[in-house]
């Protein structure tokens, strides 16, 4: 089931973040990731409209938007490849008729399934924080 995301679920969908953010971004050091916790709970997810894909009490994936900017989306990594990322893709585009998102451009996996989702490559750039290469995909 998807549902809007509610402050009990914050620890919950912190936790699941940061452990997929350190899978999928095993090029950067996972101090960064630690060291961001805090703010994903604090300032990122309760100014973004979230959506948590919940089974059995457990939360196993969500999604962050910012207006049409897909600024998070996230499934634990025990749950990854069984269908749950498309539905919560398929949920915000439902939504909204075009959305964008950035993602690292070492991070082939997710921009495979971007592509699989109908989304197409507009730019790259640099994330300053990083120091990586991040690419903008859109869909429309």
Known sequence: MIRLFVATDSKEVVELWYEASVLAHDFIAPEYWQEKKEDMAQIYIPNSETYVYEKEKHILGFVSLIGNYIAAIFVA??????????ELMQFVKQKKSTLELGVYAKNTNSIAFYKKQGFVVVEEKLDEPTGEREVVMEYK
């Open 77 to 86: 990594p025990n749950q990854q490849g069984k269908g749950i990322g498309k």
